[in-house]
C-alpha cells in the first residue's frame, strides 16, 4: 500500500512538472513576442538610445493628452449643436402648423431667441448647422482613431 502511495506522489509531481513547462513555454513565447515588437520598432523609428525611446514615449504620451482634450472639446462641441439643431427641428415644425396653441407659441417665440443668438434664421442654416455637426462627428472618429493609433504603438 505503502509502494502505491509513493507511486501517486511521484505521478503528482510528474503532472506538477509537466504543468511548470508549458507555464515556462508559454512565458517565453510571450517575451520573444513583446521582444520582437520592441525591436521591430527600435528598427522602423531608428531609435539608438534609451533617451530617445524615452523622448518618443514622452512624445506619444503628449500627442494622446492633445487628442483626449481635441476629443472632449468636440464632443461637448457635438451636444451643444444637437442641441440646437433639435431646437431648431421643433421650431421649423411649428411653424409650419396652421394654428399653433398658445403653449406653441410660447415655445416658438423661446426658440427663436435661442436660434437667433446662435445666427440661425432659415431652413438654410439649419441645414448648414446639421453639416457642420456631421464634420464634428467625423473629427472626433479622426480623433479617437489617433489615440488608438498612438496608445498601441505605447
Not at 509537466?18 to 525591436?39: D, G, H, P
Not at 434664421?121 to 488608438?148: G, M, P, W
Request: proline fraction near 1%.
Amino acid at each position: 500500500m505503502e509502494f502505491l502511495a509513493s507511486f501517486d506522489i511521484i505521478k503528482d509531481c510528474r503532472a506538477h512538472l509537466r504543468r511548470q513547462r508549458i507555464s515556462f513555454i508559454i512565458f517565453f513565447i510571450e517575451n520573444q513576442v513583446l521582444l520582437s515588437t520592441q525591436l521591430t520598432i527600435i528598427n522602423r523609428d531608428n531609435l539608438r538610445s534609451i533617451g530617445e525611446v524615452e523622448g518618443k514615449i514622452e512624445h506619444l504620451r503628449y500627442e494622446v493628452e492633445k487628442e483626449r482634450q481635441e476629443l472632449n472639446t468636440l464632443t461637448t462641441q457635438q451636444d451643444t449643436l444637437t442641441g440646437l439643431a433639435n431646437q431648431a427641428e421643433e421650431y421649423f415644425a411649428l411653424l409650419e402648423k396652421q394654428q399653433p396653441t398658445p403653449a406653441e407659441e410660447l415655445r416658438i417665440k423661446m426658440y427663436r431667441t435661442v436660434l437667433e443668438n446662435h445666427n440661425i434664421r432659415s431652413r438654410f442654416d439649419y441645414d448648414y448647422l446639421k453639416n457642420v455637426i456631421s464634420e464634428t462627428v467625423q473629427k472626433k472618429r479622426t480623433a479617437q482613431r489617433k489615440i488608438r493609433a498612438v496608445q498601441t504603438a505605447l
